[in-house]
């Protein structure tokens, strides 16, 4: 059956999933039956067991569903531990429902599934040797990715009904007041955490920092905790952070990141109280200097910064440049630090920041988000997912949820290498061209059409040469030739959901 | 069917209520579903209406059961604003599910129930025109009343469920990101209130001071939030703090102050690293002031201080006699405005402050509170609800909840008046005696027998006259003299739950 953005999803798919195909970037005002969790009352026991084989033997069963978050990033010590100890008992069809997976957790997974530990998985995505495991089939039920917003909706909904959440903090109290700001392993906001902490039936803090009781600020809170265990290490506080702190040099990528901030500028949403969400990467940071430049020219002050937050952005939150920083996760350390002592900093959580089945998320109060993309085709439709070989190779993120933004911009070259960034259909889609506004490239930027509104802001702007995306797409096309089509086995082996829940596209097996 | 504490409850009660009896204060571990509320999806909706009369036709219908907080206490202006439209609209049948009701509610509660808006109440208690109107049997089913604790246990279990809270505050945003510190009507903690944020299927907020978006801390959060409506004042802020906020001069409430404090100080827990809650009132304060010195003099400093929290504790926490300070309300100004500014005050809500059925209340792990009492008897059993003349005039508050401490102290004058304070059997049985530990009154203490090690620990301190508690009682006795016995009905006007949700007593209908 062909959804909005005509893929095709397979009719097994489809009742399967038990979901419904991608009808429209428009959630409409459903009302919607919330879950709970089952709660054990401990009143008075001891939480801290002696070991993570002890609280895995305690807690996890066959055919459950367990999570973790990651916010330790590229240094997380605690999924490792915890897979190794599930596997060495010999659990098995466990759900595996991360936040999302990042490199370090590739291996041990991929080996939870040859062992039949896991049969199913929902991320945000995926990468490295398990996303090409998985594109080659090696998962027995496709993985089903969400995007930040979209799994917390799915909790709350009871599409994701976690069993046991394992979560690392880096520090706790013994009844499990626990913050992600201060200790060796912080990380600043719990902001995806805070989900499973609310929603799962039973919740493992992993800690390698046993504070006084009562620690505070508790992000999460001793009401929701089961089990704590104390490990040397959670996490690894250099690989923690976000490589990229200083912005970029690469000509390119500045030139790209100029032309975004002339596209913010010279737009109606440029003005006292706007509201922006930049993300992360060397380019990202780039754009959030060249705009610093231009609010303190015109004078312009900002209401709110959004999303995955960086130190750059934290220091116009100084400057006064920015009147409140809203932390779903911080990038590096100096916005962890920052989030720590600074009021105007504000810790939100996923379904807050982007959860269109709730009473009011802030993405829907956004009105610039500078976006990536792996691939952008000429209905705008957007791929962050798979690569140009057709391999898994990425992340939905906020990146559906930041699009609700009043003017999404697409950051992108027009080619990688030998490989065309706009293309006439991406291989994947997962964030529907009808909630992206303008694509900005190396040589110039390309308008939705349906913003005939912003064309006509941006048409006259000198230095904002403006093509019509097929002119660009053409352009990719004549630098890098026309690949060939990639070739796909008829078997699933992933679906992407849009951020109500819907069906937007399938990945297939590669050949 | 007499319960644990020899208190007969109907059984025409217990089936009515679907409630089983109280077997004795140890909880157990139960594991129980929890509910959840059903959430319209809002996104973009403009939330702000234009008048209490649209909010309430736009939200409440015959039978629903609604909610308030009593954070403003005597200086409210919310709780009637919203009835009067409520009564003159018309509806029918309604639950009163407040967190309590203030002096300054009793009026409209009796209108509704005359005229049939109101035909349940749950709350934490009433005094005055209210609690003596239901004493001579005004509404149409018995009151249920219920600890903070027990409140928030009995919503998340399903207990009670809120249809619509009507829940004012101080500052929002147009989303409905609020707190409790900042604004004219200022409170500190919203505890109570945040329990019904999260488990009313509708929210409104009632303000007088919308800031600007987003407006942080965000006590409660914008995806809570369904309507939003602006009144003049939500409160008069001479009379949102209790009036106590110097200590006695009454020598007779100086001479228990001092024996209080001479019990604590005395006692095995009174050391590094304890824990206190000593409530509101001139006592209470006096209390404070003697640990302080005892603090200083033995160089013995508290890890926190809960409950309800006073200016003087606050000073206490600044000196640094007190690590943390636990807010789940506060009685005064002083407490309130230093929660916005002092990081070791940390905002707790009422299940996380009390609640049995969670993995852990901060009454838990309290080891001394200082309670009141308007009877005790022989069996340490303590009414706090219904005066010695049957007639409602009181509240559970926190009593049943507090007494979990290691040390509970319940200070009271032998006498008040020409009443008894200490009794052959009290009229209402609220906090059972079994969690009670040392009752200290002008003229000596009396220790639960049952606590053979406390006596041990406090019989030979100077200055500390032991009795037992039939000693006390005689004592009482004689100054007094024994009052003819009170007059019923046999008409049950409202019942008492214990903090698990069981039924300690019933309150009859007066002659």
Avoid: C
């Amino acid at each position: 059956m062909k959804n909005k953005v005509e893929r095709d999803i397979p009719d097994d798919i489809l009742k399967q999933s038990d979901s419904q195909i991608f009808r429209g970037v428009d959630y409409g005002q459903p009302t919607i039956q919330r879950v709970a969790p089952k709660v054990k009352a401990t009143t008075g026991q001891n939480k801290i067991l002696d070991s993570v084989d002890e609280v895995v033997t305690q807690t996890v069963r066959d055919g459950m569903t367990i999570s973790f978050h990651h916010h330790f990033r590229e240094g997380d010590y605690v999924f490792n531990k915890i897979m190794r100890s599930i596997i060495d008992h010999g659990y098995k069809n466990l759900t595996l429902a991360p936040s999302s997976l990042t490199n370090v957790m590739n291996d041990i997974v991929v080996e939870a599934i040859q062992k039949g530990v896991v049969t199913d998985i929902t991320s945000s995505g995926m990468r490295g040797s398990l996303g090409d495991a998985v594109s080659h089939g090696i998962l027995k039920n496709p993985v089903i990715f969400r995007s930040h917003g979209n799994r917390a909706r799915a909790i709350e909904s009871g599409d994701i009904k976690i069993d046991v959440a394992f979560l690392g903090v880096p520090n706790t109290d013994d009844m499990g007041n626990a913050n992600g700001m201060n200790g060796v392993a912080a990380f600043g906001s719990l902001g995806y955490a805070l989900i499973d902490a609310q929603y799962a039936h039973t919740l493992v803090l992993i800690t390698d920092n046993i504070k006084p009781y009562p620690n505070t600020p508790a992000s999460i809170k001793q009401t929701q905790v089961d089990y704590i265990v104390q490990v040397d290490e959670v996490g690894n506080p250099d690989k923690i952070g976000s490589g990229a702190t200083r912005f970029t040099k690469d000509p390119k990528e500045l030139k790209i990141a100029k032309t975004v901030n002339d596209v913010i500028v010279n737009s109606e949403y440029f003005k006292n109280g706007f509201s922006f969400q930049t993300g992360s990467g060397g380019a990202a940071l780039a754009v959030t200097r060249f705009l610093r430049t231009a609010m303190i020219e015109k004078n312009i002050k900002a209401a709110f910064a959004l999303g995955g937050i960086t130190k750059p952005t934290v220091d116009l939150l100084n400057e006064g440049l920015v009147a409140k920083v809203m932390d779903v996760q911080d990038f590096d350390k100096g916005a962890a630090e920052s989030m720590k002592d600074n009021p105007y900093q504000q810790e939100i959580d996923a379904s807050w920041y982007a959860d269109p089945a709730n009473k009011g998320a802030m993405v829907d109060k956004l009105d610039v988000a500078i976006l990536s993309a792996l691939e952008i085709d000429t209905k705008f439709n957007v791929n962050v997912m798979s690569g140009s070989d057709g391999i898994i190779r990425g992340a939905i993120g906020g990146h559906q949820d930041a699009a609700m933004a009043k003017l999404t911009i697409i950051s992108a070259p027009l080619v990688r290498g030998r490989i065309a960034t706009i293309v006439p259909e991406v291989t994947t889609v997962i964030t529907p061209g009808d909630s992206i506004d303008v694509i900005v490239t190396e040589v110039g930027i390309a308008i939705n059409p349906k913003r005939q509104d912003l064309m006509a802001q941006l048409k006259n702007v000198p230095g904002l040469p403006l093509y019509t995306i097929e002119a660009l797409q053409e352009k990719a096309a004549k630098i890098v030739g026309t690949p060939k089509p990639l070739q796909f086995t008829d078997r699933v082996v992933a679906v992407a959901e849009y951020r109500d829940g819907t069906l937007i596209d399938v990945i297939k097996q590669v050949k």
